[in-house]
């Protein structure tokens, strides 16, 4: 992407060399639109006038469709468009082994009312789209009940609610790959948490209070473990770290061994063990700025303090209340939990590459389509790319190089087609005949046959594609009243 996030560079990954920039275009906030491009190797030369002019554009086989977010999640803006939540789900290597369930918990769905571990947030989240997650069993941290009383505190996962942040923002909110794997190779190393209530209320193992680390070493160091897996922040690539916890004073639950391993029992109190799971936005680093902010550097992990638990807690993206799905084996086949949100296009500080902005890789290795194809289904496909842009059109396009001219392009066209445009009582207004594979688009200067400009108004186009098929489009064109002060 560019450094303004409105338009995308097309790379050569082997050599760095630039395949194409995108023409873009741009709706009213001036941010970029779903606009689907053929992507093309281009040749420019200098002219006359200073200035590159295309030469050659030879097609690599495939289009590029991208568009920007409006607002992070919480706004007003992705409240209207689904919270910018776009799915989630639980993929297993082997699907006859789904053993991953959860504790439902949305407060109002729950008996008795004191289950429920999830409470919605009418200002951010006002249709409860990330209340519902997975059925209720994954919520991002700023959706968790406040722990208000004694039962409060066995059944939510919340340290308090100052860590919910100021007016609990979605802002920080992205999208993950949570990853549960038997291969020891890939697991995290992690803090471990106590979820029972301590004192004398529900008395923990080492005497430590709730959501402080646990005390007890098992060859890791104290309040260390591993967990079986891993998680992927998705926005820029990198390991988080991962943690859970587990509730010391429930040994018949696995509560007490240091592990994550989650029982089959759904009572609402004793949930698999309380076995939360953490998942944070900070990159890797094994836990260990956790384990220093919830131990006082590591010297004192029974009183830490305040402002540092709320530090660490403040970093917790998502968290789930996982139970054992009745009848399944722990870890009998790898299981992926995707959480996809959208998020606009922003600079992030990771390293070097790109300065910045977002760099995705790609290969259409294993994309190469053979002859025993359906071609039907090929020149569906390929059909179904072709469209005009802008549509509508508002006396501007980015395709204008000055405010004398109109342009509106014809995208993604075979080598062969021909474009037809008539007015919607039937009358001619423009054909246009393309008979080279060099290009992939006609531009279009709104001008009749007989170079007169076109009226506002809407406007049938057929497009004819041999050997391919054809469409037709409606075309909406606003015309800007002619400049005088030119003449």
């Not at 741009?26 to 970029?32: A, E, G, K, Q, V």
């Not at 992927?232 to 040994?251: H, K, M, T, Y």
């Not at 501007?396 to 080598?415: C, G, H, Q, W």
Request: positive net charge.
């Amino acid at each position: 992407f560019t450094a303004d996030m409105k338009s995308y560079v097309l790379l050569n990954d082997d050599t760095n060399d630039t395949l194409m920039v995108s023409d873009t275009t741009f709706n009213t906030s001036t941010t970029l639109n779903e606009n689907e491009q053929a992507a093309q190797i281009r040749t420019y030369t200098i002219g006359s006038n200073g200035l590159p002019r295309l030469v050659n554009a030879k097609p690599l086989g495939f289009s590029i469709r991208v568009n920007n977010t409006l607002g992070s999640p919480g706004s007003a803006t992705a409240i209207l468009n689904n919270n910018n939540f776009l799915e989630a789900s639980i993929v297993y290597t082997d699907k006859n082994k789904s053993w991953l369930s959860g504790y439902s918990g949305l407060v109002g769905n729950t008996t008795p009312a004191v289950a429920g571990w999830i409470e919605n947030n009418a200002t951010v989240d006002p249709n409860e789209v990330y209340s519902n997650v997975l059925n209720g069993t994954w919520a991002p941290y700023k959706l968790l009940r406040n722990p208000t009383s004694n039962e409060l505190k066995k059944t939510s996962p919340l340290f308090d609610i100052q860590t919910k942040g100021p007016n609990y923002k979605f802002d920080s909110i992205g999208s993950y790959d949570i990853v549960f794997t038997s291969d020891t190779t890939k697991w995290s190393e992690c803090i471990v948490v106590e979820s029972s209530v301590g004192g004398t209320i529900e008395p923990s193992e080492g005497n430590a209070k709730r959501m402080n680390l646990r005390n007890k070493d098992i060859g890791y160091g104290t309040g260390k473990s591993k967990f079986p897996g891993y998680a992927i922040n998705l926005e820029n690539g990198e390991r988080v770290n991962i943690f859970f916890a587990e509730a010391s004073a429930l040994p018949e639950e696995n509560g007490a061994d240091m592990k994550w391993n989650p029982t089959s029992n759904t009572s609402f109190l004793n949930r698999g063990g309380r076995h939360h799971v953490y998942v944070t936005r900070r990159p890797y680093d094994g836990c260990v700025q956790l384990f220093k902010l919830l131990s006082k550097n590591g010297s004192d992990i029974l009183n830490p303090l305040y402002a540092d638990q709320k530090t660490a807690y403040y970093m917790v993206d998502w968290v789930t209340v996982p139970v054992l799905a009745p009848g399944k084996q722990l870890l009998s086949t790898d299981a992926r939990v995707r959480l996809r949100v959208s998020k606009p296009f922003v600079k992030f500080a990771t390293d070097a590459t790109g300065n910045g902005v977002p760099v995705y890789k790609f290969n259409t290795q294993n994309s190469v389509r053979s002859a025993f194809d359906n071609v039907a289904e090929d020149n569906k496909n390929a059909l179904s790319l072709i469209n005009v842009v802008p549509n509508p059109y508002y006396a501007y396009s980015t395709y204008e190089p000055d405010k004398n001219i109109n342009r509106v392009r014809f995208t993604n066209l075979p080598a062969e087609a021909t474009v037809t445009i008539y007015t919607t009582n039937g009358m001619l207004v423009r054909r246009f005949k393309k008979s080279d594979a060099a290009t992939t688009s006609i531009d279009w200067d709104l001008r009749n046959a007989n170079r007169i400009p076109i009226a506002t108004g809407v406007y049938i186009i057929h497009i004819n594609c041999p050997g391919i098929g054809e469409k037709t489009l409606k075309w909406l064109g606003v015309m800007r009243p002619v400049d005088f002060t030119n003449f």
